[in-house]
């Protein structure tokens, strides 16, 4: 089978059965014979297979539902395999913030359109992403998958915080579905 008909099958087996394959435990992974596939997630957020940039969004949407983060990398759930993939630094990309009125409630959406409310299931935690020596805000979108802001994501981000003392020191801090997250000390 060549790469391209591997691809196929691929689109094939996600477009079935993709909510099936997220639902999979680490006990039945481990069951599935290890692969690659040429396709790479940019920290900008778009994917590429074989260096091409897919052209359709409605493709990544459907790859993505079948992504995991396994052992410290990620895979494509296919038939009968886990595959391989490269990404840059985090799957996803947070393109719209929404905090509710009363400041109580932050609701994320990502660049494939998924929309999650941080909080003790969808936490916002500070994490340092490869290559990078700064911590910069991370949500959990999905199991072990996680969306960094966008630039101008990220700006909105720190509007919706406020200055807080926490053992003497100033960090920002904002409230969602009523769990406090830190999202950096100011000096």
């Given at each position: 089978?060549?790469?391209?008909?591997?691809?196929?099958?691929?689109?094939?087996?996600?477009?079935?059965?993709?909510?099936?394959?997220?639902?999979?435990?680490?006990?039945?992974?481990?069951?599935?014979?290890?692969?690659?596939?040429?396709?790479?997630?940019?920290?900008?957020?778009?994917?590429?297979?074989?260096?091409?940039?897919?052209?359709?969004?409605?493709?990544?949407?459907?790859?993505?539902?079948?992504?995991?983060?396994?052992?410290?990398?990620?895979?494509?759930?296919?038939?009968?395999?886990?595959?391989?993939?490269?990404?840059?630094?985090?799957?996803?990309?947070?393109t719209h913030i929404d905090q509710s009125a009363d400041k109580k409630t932050l609701v994320v959406t990502s660049n494939l359109g998924e929309q999650v409310t941080v909080g003790e299931q969808h936490p916002l935690c500070m994490t340092c992403l490869p290559n990078q020596s700064l911590e910069i805000p991370?949500?959990?979108?999905?199991?072990?998958?996680?969306?960094?802001?966008?630039?101008?994501?990220?700006?909105?981000?720190?509007?919706?915080?406020?200055?807080?003392?926490?053992?003497?020191?100033?960090?920002?801090?904002?409230?969602?579905?009523?769990?406090?997250?830190?999202?950096?000390?100011?000096?």
């Amino acid at each position: 089978m060549n790469k391209d008909d591997a691809f196929e099958k691929l689109v094939a087996f996600a477009s079935s059965s993709s909510v099936e394959a997220t639902a999979r435990t680490a006990a039945d992974l481990v069951q599935l014979k290890l692969g690659k596939m040429a396709i790479r997630i940019h920290s900008d957020g778009h994917w590429s297979f074989r260096g091409s940039p897919f052209e359709r969004p409605e493709m990544v949407a459907l790859l993505a539902q079948s992504l995991v983060f396994f052992k410290g990398d990620y895979y494509l759930i296919a038939p009968e395999q886990l595959l391989k993939i490269t990404v840059d630094d985090v799957p996803f990309l947070i393109t719209h913030i929404d905090q509710s009125a009363d400041k109580k409630t932050l609701v994320v959406t990502s660049n494939l359109g998924e929309q999650v409310t941080v909080g003790e299931q969808h936490p916002l935690c500070m994490t340092c992403l490869p290559n990078q020596s700064l911590e910069i805000p991370v949500v959990e979108i999905r199991a072990g998958l996680a969306a960094r802001f966008s630039r101008a994501c990220f700006y909105e981000l720190i509007e919706c915080c406020e200055p807080v003392q926490i053992n003497g020191r100033n960090v920002m801090q904002l409230y969602s579905n009523s769990v406090a997250f830190s999202v950096g000390m100011i000096d």
